[in-house]
Antibody, heavy 124, light 106 residues
C-alpha cells in the first residue's frame, strides 16, 4: 500500500522559515518524481514544485509564487522528500500535500497518490 | 501556463439526480485531463484520468468525456457520499494546472 506521510507543519511568523518532510512507502521511491501541492484555506489546489528522480537528473521546478524562496530536495536512502520554505508570507498559509508526480507506468503530473497534508500557518 | 476554468462554481442537486460539471482549457490538452474528488478535511482523490478512465474504487455512475479543450464530468444518480468538491486538472505540460473547483451540494 502506498503511503505518503507529511510532517513539519507549524505556525510561523512572516519572514520565517519552515521545513516540511514527507516519508514515502509502498512504491519504488528512488524511481519516482515527487511534488508538493498546496491549498489555502477555503481555496483551490496549487502546484508548488516537483523534483525528478536522481536517475532522471534530480532537477527541480517551481511555481512562480514560490520560486527562489522554496526548495525541494530528496533523500532516497530514507524515502523522504523535503520542502524548505524561506521568506514566508501570509500568502503561503495553506495545507501542503506531498504527492507523487511521475510513477513508472503512469503519466507525468497525474496524481494517484496524495499525503494527508500538513498545515502551515504564517501569521504574526 | 494553461488556464483551466470550471463551471458552475456550485451545483445544487438532489440525491438520485444527475450532476453535469464542465471544465474548459485555454488551449488543447488532448486527453491529458484528470478529475479529482475532495471531501472536507481530506486530500483530493483521483477520480478520472485520460479524460474518461475511471480510477480504482469509483463506481460506473461517474463518467468523464471530452477532448481538446472541453470536458465534462457526469455523476448519475447522485448518492450522499458524492457531495464534494470536484477539480479538473490538465497534465500535458508543466505546471499541470487545476481548475478552481465545482462544489456539488445538496
Amino acid at each position: 500500500e502506498v503511503q505518503l506521510v507529511e510532517s513539519g507543519g507549524d505556525l510561523v511568523k512572516p519572514g520565517g522559515s519552515l521545513r516540511l518532510s514527507c516519508a514515502a512507502s509502498g512504491f519504488t521511491f528512488s524511481n519516482t518524481w515527487m511534488s508538493w501541492v498546496r491549498q489555502a484555506p477555503g481555496k483551490g489546489l496549487e502546484w508548488v514544485g516537483r523534483i525528478y528522480s536522481k536517475t532522471d537528473g534530480g532537477r527541480t521546478d517551481y511555481a512562480a509564487p514560490v520560486k527562489d524562496r522554496f526548495t525541494i530536495s530528496r533523500d532516497d536512502s530514507r524515502n523522504t522528500v523535503f520542502l524548505q520554505m524561506n521568506s514566508l508570507t501570509t500568502e503561503d498559509t495553506a495545507v501542503y500535500y506531498c504527492t507523487t508526480y511521475y510513477l513508472s507506468g503512469s503519466s507525468h503530473g497525474l496524481i494517484p497518490y496524495w499525503g494527508q497534508g500538513t498545515l502551515v500557518t504564517v501569521s504574526s | 501556463e494553461i488556464v483551466m476554468t470550471q463551471s458552475p462554481a456550485t451545483l445544487s442537486v438532489s440525491p438520485g439526480e444527475t450532476a453535469t460539471l464542465s471544465c474548459r482549457a485555454s488551449q488543447s490538452v488532448t486527453s491529458n485531463l484528470a478529475w479529482y474528488q475532495q471531501k472536507p478535511g481530506q486530500a483530493p482523490r483521483l477520480l478520472i484520468f485520460g479524460a474518461s478512465t475511471r480510477a480504482t474504487g469509483f463506481p460506473p455512475r461517474f463518467s468523464g468525456s471530452g477532448s481538446g479543450t472541453e470536458f465534462t464530468l457526469t455523476i448519475s444518480s447522485l448518492q450522499s457520499e458524492d457531495f464534494a468538491v470536484y477539480y479538473c486538472q490538465q497534465y500535458i505540460i508543466w505546471p499541470p494546472t487545476f481548475g478552481q473547483g465545482t462544489k456539488v451540494e445538496i
